[in-house]
């Protein structure tokens, strides 16, 4: 075995996900699983459903899996697209882009709408494309709402009005991976038919537990489908038996956490958590305006109001080691925080700022990221003065 170093005191977690655990969250995972027919497990079960159902605004059905968000991509395929069928998936970075060689590696078309660095997603290129499927192959469109390797957010009401203009019957399917519980989602109003999560972001519980939000449309979908799956399945979760919703055993820990952390976020009140994760943001945003005063760094995101409330992109100048200010960060000044992903590897780092968050913990992360750059000379205004004075003033 390595020797790990003890760390004194916490080391800051400001990855995108995973994200920090409140300890109500460890807490109430630290217990004994239970056998499977203890109605304890059932209680849990239901308490999560309501709880996600509540936080999506849907009356539609959740089916929770023991996976990662790539899981519920693999879902949300599965049980929507017969082989071959087509779907749209409109372009906004990385993750979209995955999401696309996934459903391909699956046997099923993708039809991309274009990406522009640093933009959100185009609306009107979705509806051009739309009309220009006049037979109607294109099944469901799918579009991430947060692309966490942009760190941008896009207006998913401007993708439904999209769909609607160009007349056609496609699905709507939003990956709320990084914006749920961070950023405004209400999946039955904006005419979402099927949105997807995952445990391990906003909403503050470890990874291991993915879920999907279906409506009636998207089952009745589901079960005309013919293709082949039997994990996936959506109809044969739909049970009222704890076993056969989890296709086996439910990942009983994982979803004490995730009751514990439900409770929190209601807790706290919505209206709320939005609230603070915009602050949080703007401190995140005014450290990155005071770096980029010296003029090597600056914001990926280049439409302002598309700018993340869950994690900020930073772009560095070419050459620079970003891995090497990485490891600085970290296991110098206890920072984690992520690197650029897919097409920004090496031209950006990440800072994520979403979840169980507050302001000591955003200022002490911009002063050891601030520190970081310093140490690798690399050259940057007064960041974390900037958020002082954001958060002194807000
Ligand atoms: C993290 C993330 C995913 C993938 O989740 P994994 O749990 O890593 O598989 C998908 N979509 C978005 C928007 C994400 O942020």
């Known amino acids: 075995m390595t020797s790990v170093q003890r760390i004194p005191g916490r080391r800051l977690l400001h990855s995108p996900g995973p994200t920090p655990l409140p300890d109500a969250v460890l807490h109430a995972m630290s217990r004994q699983p239970m056998d499977l027919a203890d109605p304890r497990v059932d209680a849990n079960l239901a308490a999560v459903e309501a709880g996600l159902k509540r936080l999506l605004h849907t ?18 395929v599965e049980n929507l697209l017969d082989l071959g069928q087509a779907v749209l998936v409109a372009g906004t970075g990385h993750f979209s882009e995955s999401w696309a060689l996934q459903t391909e590696a699956l046997g099923r078309r993708v039809v991309r709408t274009p990406w522009r660095e640093g933009w959100p997603i185009d609306a009107a290129a979705i509806e051009q494309a739309l009309r220009d499927d006049s037979a109607h192959a ?11 390797a942009s760190g941008v957010t896009s207006d998913l009401a401007a993708v439904r009005r999209a769909i609607d203009a160009a007349r056609h019957p496609a699905l709507l399917v939003a990956d709320v991976v990084a914006s749920l519980a961070a950023a405004p989602f209400e999946m039955d109003a904006l005419g979402v038919d099927v949105a997807l999560g995952a445990s391990q972001k906003g909403l503050m519980c470890p990874p291991g537990v993915a879920f999907v939000a279906v409506n009636a449309r998207a089952l009745a979908r589901a079960e005309a489908n013919p293709a082949p799956r ?23 820990n994982l979803l004490f956490g995730m009751e514990a952390a439900l409770a929190l976020i209601f807790d706290e009140g919505l209206p709320a958590v939005f609230e603070r994760h915009v602050l949080l943001a703007r ?11 010296a003029g090597a760094l600056g914001f990926f995101a280049q439409d302002v109001a598309a700018r993340s409330v869950s994690v900020t992109t930073i772009t560095v100048p070419p050459g620079t080691d970003v891995d090497a200010l990485r490891a600085v960060a970290r296991e110098r000044f206890q920072v984690a925080m992520a690197g650029g992903l897919g097409p920004l590897a090496g031209r950006a780092f990440r800072i994520g700022h979403l979840g169980d968050c507050n302001p000591a913990m955003i200022l ?31």
């Open 230 to 252: 039997f994990y996936w399945h959506w109809l044969s979760r739909k049970s009222e038996l704890s076993y056969r919703k989890y296709c086996g055993t439910p990942p009983q």
């Open 364 to 394: 002490g992360a911009l002063g050891g990221v601030e520190a970081a750059l310093r140490r690798q000379g690399l050259p940057v205004g007064s960041g974390v003065a900037r958020a002082v004075d954001w958060l002194a003033a807000a």
């Open 59 to 76: 009356q539609g059905d959740v089916f929770l899996f023991a996976a990662n968000g790539h899981g519920a991509w693999e879902a949300a």
């Open 138 to 148: 294109i099944e469901a469109v799918f579009a991430v709402h947060t692309d966490t």
């Open 283 to 293: 401190a995140v945003h005014a450290a990155v305006e005071g770096w980029a005063e």
